[in-house]
C-alpha cells in the first residue's frame, strides 16, 4: 500500500539525536561476508530497505543470518548455492553490484544482472569491469548479465580513470585473495572505503592506503571471520544537522564522526549555522535568517553529493543568491521542480542550479524522485508554513531508518500515513 508523510511546519526543533550505522558501510561489509565461510557479526547494521535487499540476495547465494544476544547480525555464507545476482534484485538497488568481486575472488565464477540506469543518472559500471579484467578475469555480457570467470584472479596496478566507491570497494575485495599484490590508483577516499578495509583487514586481509588515492592489496589464500561495528552515518547525520538548523532549532546530533562532515560542516558555517564540535557530537543551531554559500559537489574529502538536495532547501530559505553546481551525477537536480512547488525559486540549467532565497516555503502535495530528494522534501516540510505531503515515501526508507520517529522526539510534527 502506498505510504506518504504528513508534515504540519512550522516546529522549532530542539534536542539530542543519534545517528544510526551508515548504509553505504553496512551494503559493502555484506557483501564482503562472501569471501569466507565463517561468520562474520556486524554491530550497529541499520535496518533499512537497502539492508533487507542485499540481506536477501546473500539469502539467495547461500548466507545465513542470525541475530546476537547483544543485536549485532551473524551472517555466514558456508558454501555457495548460486553465482547468480538476479535482474530482480539489483534492479532495485545499485549496490547489490558488490557481490560481483567477491563472488569471483572466492569462486573464480560470477553472473550478476546489469544494474541499468536510475532516476539520477546512468553510473555505469565500466570501472569495476576494467579493473577485474586487469586482475585476470574474462568479462563478458550475455542477456543483460555481466559473466566473469577466472581460475584465480592475479595482482596487479589498476588506474581508476575516475573516482568511484563502489568500483574501488568492489576491487578491494576482488583483490585481497588474489595471487600477489594489487594496486588500486585513484581510489576512492571516502569513510566507507575505509570501513571496508578495516573490516577485511579484521578478517586477515593485507591493506594499506585505505583513504588515501593509492590503495595497495597483499593477496592471501583465505580469509576467516570476525567482528566488527559499522561506522555511523554521515548523511543522516548531515540531513538532521539541516533539520535542526533549517526550522531555527537548536539540535545536537550524538553518534556522529565530525571529520567525515567536515566539507559540509564548513557550508552550514558559511551559510550561518552556529555549530559547537566534540569529539563524538555536533550541536547545531540556526540563525533568524540564513546566508547564502556556493558549493560544488566533489569526491570526499570534498562537499559530498549526497548532502546536496538537502542544503539546496537549506539554502532555498537564505538571504540571497546561491549556486550549486554537481559533479558526481547528471539528472540530480529533480527535487528542484517539487521544491518550487514549495514556494521556492530555484532555475537549473545543466550541472548548476541557482537558489534565489525566499522568506518561507509554503506547504504542498510534492513527490519524492529519490532516497536524497525525498530527504530535501521533509527538511522543506518542516520549515513550511502550513502541511505538506511527501509521497514515494519508499525511496526515503532505502537510507533512513525511522527518521520521522528521530524527528518528532525533536518536536517536530510529522507522521506517516498509509
Given at each position: 500500500?502506498?505510504?506518504?508523510?504528513?508534515?504540519?511546519?512550522?516546529?522549532?526543533?530542539?534536542?539530542?539525536?543519534?545517528?544510526?550505522?551508515?548504509?553505504?558501510?553496512?551494503?559493502?561489509?555484506?557483501?564482503?561476508?562472501?569471501?569466507?565461510?565463517?561468520?562474520?557479526v556486524l554491530e550497529n547494521l541499520p535496518r533499512l530497505?537497502?539492508?533487507?535487499?542485499?540481506?536477501?540476495?546473500?539469502?539467495?547465494?547461500?548466507?545465513?543470518?542470525?541475530?546476537?544476544?547483544?543485536?549485532?547480525?551473524?551472517?555466514?555464507?558456508?558454501?555457495?548455492?548460486?553465482?547468480?545476482?538476479?535482474?530482480?534484485?539489483?534492479?532495485?538497488?545499485?549496490?547489490?553490484?558488490?557481490?560481483?568481486?567477491?563472488?569471483?575472488?572466492?569462486?573464480?565464477?560470477?553472473?550478476?544482472?546489469?544494474?541499468?540506469?536510475?532516476?539520477?543518472?546512468?553510473?555505469?559500471?565500466?570501472?569495476?569491469?576494467?579493473?577485474?579484467?586487469?586482475?585476470?578475469?574474462?568479462?563478458?555480457?550475455?542477456?543483460?548479465?555481466?559473466?566473469?570467470?577466472?581460475?584465480?584472479?592475479?595482482?596487479?596496478?589498476?588506474?581508476?580513470?575516475?573516482?568511484?566507491?563502489?568500483?574501488?570497494?568492489?576491487?578491494?575485495?576482488?583483490?585481497?585473495?588474489?595471487?600477489?599484490?594489487?594496486?588500486?590508483?585513484?581510489?576512492?577516499?571516502?569513510?566507507?572505503?575505509?570501513?571496508?578495509?578495516?573490516?577485511?583487514?579484521?578478517?586477515?586481509?593485507?591493506?594499506?592506503?585505505?583513504?588515501?588515492?593509492?590503495?595497495?592489496?597483499l593477496g592471501v589464500s583465505e580469509l576467516g571471520g570476525?567482528?566488527?561495528?559499522?561506522?555511523?552515518?554521515?548523511?543522516?547525520?548531515?540531513?538532521?544537522?539541516?533539520?535542526?538548523?533549517?526550522?531555527?532549532?537548536?539540535?545536537?546530533?550524538?553518534?556522529?564522526?565530525?571529520?567525515?562532515?567536515?566539507?559540509?560542516?564548513?557550508?552550514?558555517?558559511?551559510?550561518?549555522?552556529?555549530?559547537?564540535?566534540?569529539?563524538?557530537?555536533?550541536?547545531?543551531?540556526?540563525?533568524?535568517?540564513?546566508?547564502?554559500?556556493?558549493?560544488?559537489?566533489?569526491?570526499?574529502?570534498?562537499?559530498?553529493?549526497?548532502?546536496?538536495?538537502?542544503?539546496?532547501?537549506?539554502?532555498?530559505?537564505?538571504?540571497?543568491?546561491?549556486?550549486?553546481?554537481?559533479?558526481?551525477?547528471?539528472?540530480?537536480?529533480?527535487?528542484?521542480?517539487?521544491?518550487?512547488?514549495?514556494?521556492?525559486?530555484?532555475?537549473?540549467?545543466?550541472?548548476?542550479?541557482?537558489?534565489?532565497?525566499?522568506?518561507?516555503?509554503?506547504?504542498?502535495?510534492?513527490?519524492?524522485?529519490?532516497?536524497?530528494?525525498?530527504?530535501?522534501?521533509?527538511?522543506?516540510?518542516?520549515?513550511?508554513?502550513?502541511?505538506?505531503?511527501?509521497?514515494?515515501?519508499?525511496?526515503?526508507?532505502?537510507?533512513?531508518?525511522?527518521?520521522?520517529?528521530?524527528?518528532?522526539?525533536?518536536?517536530?510534527?510529522?507522521?506517516?500515513?498509509?
Open positions: 500500500m502506498p505510504v506518504r508523510l504528513e508534515i504540519e511546519g512550522g516546529s522549532r526543533l530542539e534536542g539530542h539525536v543519534a545517528v544510526g550505522g551508515a548504509k553505504n558501510a553496512a551494503l559493502p561489509a555484506l557483501a564482503a561476508s562472501l569471501l569466507t565461510a565463517e561468520p562474520v530497505a537497502d539492508v533487507t535487499t542485499i540481506s536477501r540476495l546473500l539469502e539467495l547465494l547461500g548466507g545465513e543470518f542470525s541475530r546476537e544476544p547483544d543485536g549485532a547480525t551473524r551472517v555466514q555464507v558456508p558454501r555457495l548455492r548460486s553465482h547468480e545476482a538476479p535482474y530482480e534484485l539489483v534492479s532495485t538497488m545499485r549496490a547489490s553490484v558488490l557481490v560481483l568481486g567477491p563472488l569471483l575472488a572466492r569462486t573464480g565464477v560470477a553472473r550478476v544482472a546489469l544494474p541499468g540506469g536510475c532516476a539520477i543518472g546512468l553510473r555505469p559500471i565500466d570501472q569495476h569491469l576494467k579493473g577485474l579484467q586487469r586482475l585476470g578475469a574474462d568479462i563478458g555480457i550475455e542477456n543483460g548479465f555481466v559473466e566473469a570467470r577466472a581460475s584465480r584472479l592475479k595482482g596487479c596496478r589498476v588506474t581508476l580513470d575516475l573516482v568511484t566507491v563502489t568500483g574501488t570497494e568492489n576491487l578491494i575485495m576482488a583483490a585481497v585473495l588474489a595471487e600477489g599484490t594489487t594496486v588500486i590508483e585513484n581510489a576512492a577516499r571516502e569513510p566507507e572505503v575505509v570501513d571496508l578495509a578495516r573490516l577485511l583487514q579484521a578478517m586477515g586481509a593485507r591493506i594499506d592506503g585505505a583513504g588515501t588515492e593509492r590503495m595497495e592489496i570476525c567482528r566488527h561495528r559499522v561506522i555511523p552515518d554521515r548523511i543522516e547525520a548531515g540531513t538532521l544537522l539541516v533539520a535542526g538548523a533549517i526550522t531555527g532549532g537548536d539540535v545536537t546530533v550524538t553518534n556522529a564522526v565530525p571529520r567525515h562532515l567536515s566539507a559540509l560542516l564548513a557550508k552550514l558555517e558559511e551559510a550561518g549555522v552556529l555549530l559547537e564540535v566534540a569529539e563524538d557530537r555536533i550541536r547545531c543551531r540556526g540563525p533568524e535568517r540564513l546566508r547564502p554559500a556556493d558549493l560544488i559537489t566533489s569526491p570526499f574529502p570534498g562537499f559530498p553529493t549526497d548532502m546536496q538536495a538537502q542544503m539546496m532547501s537549506l539554502l532555498g530559505l537564505a538571504d540571497g543568491l546561491s549556486r550549486i553546481t554537481e559533479t558526481i551525477f547528471e539528472n540530480r537536480f529533480m527535487h528542484a521542480a517539487e521544491l518550487n512547488r514549495m514556494g521556492a525559486r530555484i532555475e537549473t540549467d545543466g550541472a548548476t542550479a541557482l537558489v534565489r532565497g525566499v522568506m518561507h516555503y509554503q506547504g504542498a502535495p510534492v513527490m519524492a524522485t529519490d532516497l536524497r530528494a525525498s530527504a530535501s522534501l521533509v527538511l522543506a516540510g518542516l520549515a513550511a508554513r502550513g502541511r505538506t505531503e511527501v509521497s514515494r515515501v519508499y525511496h526515503l526508507d532505502r537510507g533512513y531508518e525511522a527518521l520521522e520517529a528521530k524527528l518528532q522526539g525533536l518536536g517536530a510534527q510529522i507522521w506517516r500515513i498509509p
